[in-house]
């Protein structure tokens, strides 16, 4: 298959195709053990702190503004 002779819309849903392979591969995949000791840490880290963080909405709004002013 030679790619750069696909449409821009046939590179699109192969691109969709793969990332759909991916997901579904990547779900299957254990965890290691070092990536669950990370996750564990930034837990307790989260659980002490008690700051989750700013919502989606507001976080937009940020993005959106940054971007006006460039």
């Given at each position: 298959m030679n790619i750069q002779q696909l449409?821009?819309?046939e590179k699109i849903l192969l691109a969709e195709e793969l990332w759909?392979?991916?997901r579904?591969?990547?779900?299957q995949?254990?965890?290691q053990s070092k990536h669950?000791?990370?996750l564990n840490q930034?837990?307790?880290a989260?659980?002490?702190d008690g700051d989750i963080g700013d919502s989606w909405e507001n976080v937009l709004?940020?993005?959106?503004?940054?971007g006006q002013n460039t």
């Open positions: 449409s821009i819309s759909e392979s991916i579904a591969d990547a779900t995949e254990p965890l669950k000791e990370v930034r837990l307790q989260l659980e002490m709004q940020r993005v959106v503004a940054n």
